[in-house]
């Protein structure tokens, strides 16, 4: 994959225009676009549908969790958008994930199903306040290996364990980071973080950016000079 393809830029905004000129402005730059929840409550299938018919590649971030029957329902849902990734807490459960990943092989074949292994804003303290006695690349590591087992494409976690899933999983699997930030980057609510070009050196797949990008006084920049770590980092 070239850097392009692994690059996913997240539309974390309250209205859909500033997400259409961001979509405008970076058009030769960005394919691949994360959609959340702040988003798809307020535009729901119609955002989705334009972007797809603009051509670009859609991340569909739900972080779906609940019954095993009540999240494969969802995905069956869902199908009709054909957003190329999609996600689910792992948290959820090996079963839950088990029902999810056939429901996706049969009604959305062509996405990739995802987990959310541990948010990229924990920390240990984090874990351990909600009564996860492991560090956060220990829980990523247990994780991982249940969504393998279950049938998921990936994970997503933080750069910093990209790694130990790849060894986990294995290649294949597929690993998603949000948690990026240059150097010179606010670090906001994010704990986990590493550079674009660490990232790529320690595992991630893909990277997701927000704010770095969205929010930035040029974001045709920052996500040009993104895009070049990238692509430094994958020769
Ligand atoms: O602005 P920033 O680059 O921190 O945005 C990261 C994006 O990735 C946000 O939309 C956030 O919801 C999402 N995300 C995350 N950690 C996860 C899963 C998704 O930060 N584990």
Not at 130 to 146: D, F, N, R, W, Y
Not at 210 to 216: C, E, H, L, T, V
Not at 224 to 231: D, G, T, V
Request: with cysteine.
């Amino acid at each position: 994959m070239n850097a392009k393809e692994r690059l996913i830029v997240s539309l974390d905004f309250p209205d859909i225009q500033k997400a259409q000129s961001l979509r405008d402005l970076l058009k030769d730059d960005v394919l691949f676009y994360k959609i959340g929840l702040q988003m798809f409550l307020r535009y729901g299938f119609q955002i989705v549908n334009e972007w797809k018919n603009f051509g670009k590649k859609v991340f569909l971030d739900l972080k779906l969790s609940d019954i095993p029957n009540t999240v494969s329902s969802a995905i069956r849902t869902l199908s009709v958008l054909e957003v190329d990734m999609i996600n689910m807490h792992a948290l959820s459960g090996y079963d839950c994930m088990r029902m999810a990943a056939e429901t996706a092989k049969e009604v959305i074949p062509e996405s990739k199903l995802i987990a959310v292994t541990v948010l990229t804003s924990f920390t240990d303290k984090g874990l351990q306040e909600i009564g996860i006695p492991h560090s956060p690349a220990g829980e990523v590591k247990t994780l991982c290996k249940i969504a393998k087992k279950a049938g998921l494409s990936g994970v997503v976690s933080s750069p910093w364990e990209a790694n130990s899933v790849k060894n986990i999983c294995g290649e294949d699997f597929i690993t998603v980071c949000p948690g990026i930030r240059r150097s010179t980057d606010a670090i906001g609510d994010q704990a986990r973080i590493m550079t674009p070009s660490k990232a790529i050196k320690n595992g991630a797949d893909y990277l997701v950016v927000g704010r770095p990008i969205i929010k930035a006084s040029d974001p045709k920049e920052a996500a040009i000079s993104i895009l070049k770590e990238i692509e430094n980092a994958i020769q």
